[in-house]
T-cell receptor, first 117, second 110 residues
Framework: GDSVTQMEGPVTLSEEAFLTINCTYT??????LFWYVQYPGEGLQLLLK?????DKGSNKGFEATYRKETTSFHLEKGSVQVSDSAVYFC????????????????FGQGTILTVHP | NAGVTQTPKFRVLKTGQSMTLLCAQD?????MYWYRQDPGMGLRLIHY???????AKGEVPDGYNVSRLKKQNFLLGLESAAPSQTSVYFC?????????FGDGTRLSIL
């Protein structure tokens, strides 16, 4: 079945440092890939997504590129802020070709990011 | 999170008690989902629905039942709560291949 593996955390950085959170996946077909962010006490919010190979998703300074050859979707940010402290989840959703995934998401285990001033 | 509302937000139960979690959405989305979140395990799909009157099992359905009698509501039931069901429960809907989540229900089973 489908699976998502994220780098283990927690990750602790100083403000303005460069961030990378690794994500690799196993799936049949051509899944859509997502990064979600969860702030303390809140639900998950979509951060960015990519629906086909070589697509780059970006939002709020975060970027991730869909790499089919390495089955990866690593999250990057050039300069993190204290307000970026949160839990980050990589996820995938079934094949793109109108298959029967019904939008179900498979999540990685989450990576806790803490940014210090 | 505008559009997906979960009630209650917190609940403590004793082993063997029953309860129902309610998810309501005002976005007219067809697909709805229930997940549980446990430390170090991400979110796992319990049940989902692709429309009014339909339900299907996800990855971890045992011990839970669901109903979708109205399009806007998706109910998750625990008939006989067990300590292993202590978790944070999230409801979600899908739009344009992206899921929208509620703020969660924190459930503790003693």
């Amino acid at each position: 079945g489908d699976s998502v593996t994220q780098m283990e955390g927690p990750v602790t950085l100083s403000e303005e440092a460069f961030l990378t959170i690794n994500c690799t996946y196993t799936a049949t077909g051509y899944p859509s890939l997502f990064w979600y962010v969860q702030y303390p006490g809140e639900g998950l919010q979509l951060l960015l997504k990519a629906t086909k190979a070589d697509d780059k998703g970006s939002n709020k300074g975060f970027e991730a590129t869909y790499r089919k050859e390495t089955t990866s979707f690593h999250l990057e940010k050039g300069s993190v802020q204290v307000s970026d402290s949160a839990v980050y989840f990589c996820a995938l959703s079934g094949p793109n070709a109108g298959g029967t995934s019904y939008g179900k998401l498979t999540f990685g285990q989450g990576t806790i990011l803490t940014v210090h001033p | 999170n505008a559009g997906v509302t979960q009630t209650p937000k917190f609940r403590v139960l004793k082993t063997g008690q029953s309860m129902t979690l309610l998810c309501a959405q005002d976005m007219n989305h067809e697909y709805m989902y229930w997940y549980r979140q446990d430390p170090g395990m991400g979110l796992r799909l319990i049940h989902y629905s692709v429309g009014e009157g339909t339900t299907a099992k996800g990855e971890v359905p045992d011990g839970y039942n669901v109903s979708r009698l109205k399009k806007q509501n998706f109910l998750l039931g625990l008939e006989s709560a067990a300590p292993s069901q202590t978790s944070v429960y999230f409801c979600a809907t899908t739009h344009s291949r992206s899921q929208h989540f509620g703020d969660g229900t924190r459930l503790s089973i003693l």
